[in-house]
């Protein structure tokens, strides 16, 4: 079996002592007896470049595409010089770039100016939709899983209590009831297109859950044990649904 990972520096082992051996995607081609483990997680990855990537190699045909969605206040562009890909957060953190004038400028201007909340989330899902096709269009074996929840259960909770969930997520003063309404209804429909079985625990697990039963290291990326944990999950999930 080959098995393809994708994802962030949950994913890659960020703060472990030997990722190769003990991130999530190792320990869990290990408990399916995986001849190959190619794990394409890059620490400060957005979901652009989840997507870019994973269709990338598509081409390979791995037996399983396993996908940690990220922050979606991320984003990935590609420098012009040299292609190089920078990505940009919220905290403007880059190991690389991250003393560079044009990253900070450029960074500040862009979550000034550029970020919104309730879009990102709308792209978010449409990514997934998106990716989703594609696979299922390849006939790909995939799982895929949130790293962060994204502020799922504010966006897509009923449309009783829509309103007060999102008010701290939107520019509240300036929407009436029928445009936050429109939005819900969108967001809605988007999610009915996702299909949630394909994730592990949609709406009720990501990543960064674990790091409130086990250790984790200064920069806050779980260590050994959750990674552990992690992998025991998914191999608990995997199996039973390849039994049924």
């Not at 709308?122 to 799982?143: D, G, P």
């Amino acid at each position: 079996m080959k098995i393809y990972v994708n994802g962030c520096s949950f994913t890659y082992g960020d703060e472990l002592t030997d990722p190769t051996k003990s991130a999530w995607p190792v320990l869990l081609g290990n408990k399916l007896n995986a001849t190959n483990v190619f794990i394409d997680a890059d620490s400060g990855g957005s979901n652009h470049r989840l997507i870019y990537q994973t269709i990338k190699n598509l081409k390979e045909c791995y037996d399983l595409y396993i996908l940690a969605w990220t922050s979606n206040a991320r984003f990935t562009f590609y420098k012009s010089d040299n292609n190089f890909s920078i990505h940009f957060n919220p905290s403007l953190s880059h190991s690389f770039y991250g003393q560079e004038k044009f990253y900070a400028d450029w960074g500040k201007k862009l979550y000034k100016f550029w970020y919104n909340e309730l879009f990102s989330f709308k792209l978010w899902l449409q990514q997934i939709i998106q990716l989703q096709s594609l696979l299922e269009i390849k006939n790909s074996q995939y799982l895929m899983l949130n790293t962060f929840e994204n502020n799922l259960k504010s966006w897509s909770s009923d449309r009783h209590n829509f309103i007060n969930q999102v008010k701290p997520l939107i520019n509240f003063e300036i929407m009436n009831d029928e445009q936050i309404f429109a939005e819900y209804e969108e967001i809605q429909y988007y999610i009915s297109l996702i299909d949630t079985t394909k994730f592990y625990k949609w709406n009720d697990f990501c990543i960064t859950d674990l790091k409130q039963s086990f250790p984790v290291g200064p920069g806050g990326h779980i260590l050994e044990q959750g990674h552990e944990k992690l992998a025991e999950l998914l191999h608990h999930h995997l199996c039973l649904k390849s039994n049924t």
